[in-house]
């Protein structure tokens, strides 16, 4: 199957689309950044912002999408501070000339700090009640964080790429498998529940004293601790801290099993393998080679041989432990 274009998605159309739904857009679009969907921003005629989707075919089916848009608005529901899709008419899903595209309120605000323990701590809050809406059931449509899907399938869209050196082949293929067998061996199961699924800084937004979590596009179902450990960095001790002061406000609302600790490297390793995967499978696309350019240089995967070996290291290494 070839890679999708998004060429025809010009201004003219898009504004027809959006205004097949009864919106009127005032404003010019505002592309934002967003490079797996197409996503702009406008003013309407009703004075109101809004932020449009246009969702990237065959990625997502429609019961996929929806599952998505059900779990926002049952968080919303729930007054977790979430962007949930807006309604017309009681649908939320568009369909326009072979494109599907989604409606939501624009909201301002910067970017979160992950070196704010203040805002860690109220992220906790939120993300334990996120959790305990997200326990209430499983997704039936959305995919699971599994092995599979984030390093076997990863690791084919990278080797059938050619974009790896040819030079670099051997070590490359070496240093993946290796880690790859060791992840599999430590990604022992746990109660999987919804989760937001790619819950970093970039998906979390401050606007004034509030916080609102956006982005549900990469929901799915897998165990709790991959909605916490993309807000760790540094040392040991910092992420300790870090995650000691997350949990401080996650438990006001939902319960942690320390046995999750044990999963923060494997998942680190299959977010690394996934995002090789990711950048190889999309490559096709021109706003790939445009944004990503270093993808294909010799530089970049002699920097992920490194990046590999170091977290095949981690992997040998104990748990992170809680602070006593």
């Not at 404003?27 to 990237?56: H, I, T, W």
């Given at each position: 199957?070839?890679e999708?274009?998004?060429a025809?998605?010009t201004?003219?159309?898009?504004?027809?689309?959006?205004?097949?739904?009864?919106?009127?857009?005032?404003?010019?679009?505002?592309?934002?950044n967003?490079?797996?969907?197409?996503v702009?921003?406008?003013?309407?005629?009703?004075?109101?912002?809004?932020?449009?989707?246009f969702?990237?075919?065959?990625r997502?089916?429609?019961?996929?999408?929806?599952?998505?848009h059900?779990?926002?608005?049952?968080?919303q529901?729930?007054e977790?501070?979430?962007v949930?899709?807006?309604?017309?008419?009681g649908?939320?899903?568009?369909?326009y000339k072979g494109?599907?595209f989604?409606l939501?309120?624009?909201v301002?605000?910067?970017q979160?700090?992950?070196?704010?323990?203040?805002?860690?701590?109220?992220?906790?809050?939120?993300?334990?009640?996120?959790?305990?809406?997200?326990?209430?059931?499983?997704?039936?449509?959305?995919?699971?964080?599994n092995?599979?899907?984030?390093?076997?399938?990863?690791?084919?869209?990278?080797?059938n790429?050619?974009l790896?050196?040819?030079?670099?082949?051997?070590p490359?293929?070496t240093?993946?498998?290796?880690?790859i067998?060791?992840?599999?061996?430590?990604?022992?199961?746990v109660e999987?529940?919804?989760?937001?699924?790619?819950?970093?800084?970039?998906n979390?937004?401050?606007?004034?004293?509030?916080?609102?979590?956006?982005?549900?596009?990469?929901?799915?179902?897998?165990?709790?601790?991959?909605?916490?450990w993309m807000?760790?960095n540094?040392?040991?001790?910092?992420?300790a801290?870090q995650?000691?002061?997350?949990?401080?406000?996650?438990?006001?609302?939902?319960?942690?099993?320390q046995?999750?600790?044990?999963?923060?490297e494997?998942l680190?390793?299959?977010?690394?393998?996934?995002?090789?995967?990711?950048?190889?499978t999309?490559?096709?696309d021109?706003?790939?080679?445009?944004?990503?350019?270093?993808?294909?240089?010799?530089?970049?995967w002699?920097q992920?041989?490194?990046a590999?070996?170091e977290q095949?290291a981690?992997?040998?290494?104990?748990?992170?432990?809680?602070?006593?």
């Amino acid at each position: 199957m070839s890679e999708f274009s998004f060429a025809n998605l010009t201004p003219d159309f898009i504004l027809d689309a959006i205004e097949s739904i009864g919106i009127y857009p005032e404003s010019g679009l505002m592309a934002l950044n967003s490079y797996e969907n197409r996503v702009y921003q406008f003013k309407a005629e009703d004075n109101c912002r809004y932020v449009v989707k246009f969702y990237r075919p065959q990625r997502w089916s429609d019961e996929q999408i929806l599952e998505e848009h059900q779990f926002a608005f049952s968080l919303q529901e729930a007054e977790v501070p979430v962007v949930a899709p807006i309604t017309r008419d009681g649908e939320s899903l568009f369909h326009y000339k072979g494109y599907r595209f989604t409606l939501f309120p624009s909201v301002g605000g910067r970017q979160f700090e992950m070196d704010n323990l203040d805002h860690l701590e109220i992220l906790g809050r939120y993300i334990g009640r996120m959790h305990s809406v997200a326990g209430s059931q499983q997704f039936s449509h959305r995919p699971k964080v599994n092995c599979q899907d984030y390093l076997y399938k990863a690791k084919s869209a990278v080797l059938n790429s050619q974009l790896l050196p040819m030079h670099l082949e051997t070590p490359f293929i070496t240093i993946l498998d290796r880690l790859i067998t060791k992840t599999e061996q430590e990604y022992h199961q746990v109660e999987q529940i919804r989760l937001h699924g790619d819950c970093h800084a970039g998906n979390i937004l401050w606007a004034g004293d509030s916080l609102m979590l956006v982005d549900l596009d990469d929901c799915r179902q897998g165990p709790l601790i991959q909605d916490l450990w993309m807000m760790l960095n540094g040392d040991r001790h910092e992420q300790a801290v870090q995650l000691d002061t997350l949990l401080s406000g996650y438990e006001e609302f939902n319960s942690f099993e320390q046995r999750q600790l044990s999963l923060i490297e494997p998942l680190r390793a299959m977010r690394m393998v996934h995002y090789m995967g990711w950048l190889a499978t999309r490559w096709q696309d021109p706003a790939f080679p445009r944004n990503f350019s270093w993808f294909a240089t010799d530089k970049y995967w002699e920097q992920q041989i490194l990046a590999l070996k170091e977290q095949f290291a981690t992997l040998h290494e104990p748990a992170l432990r809680l602070i006593p």
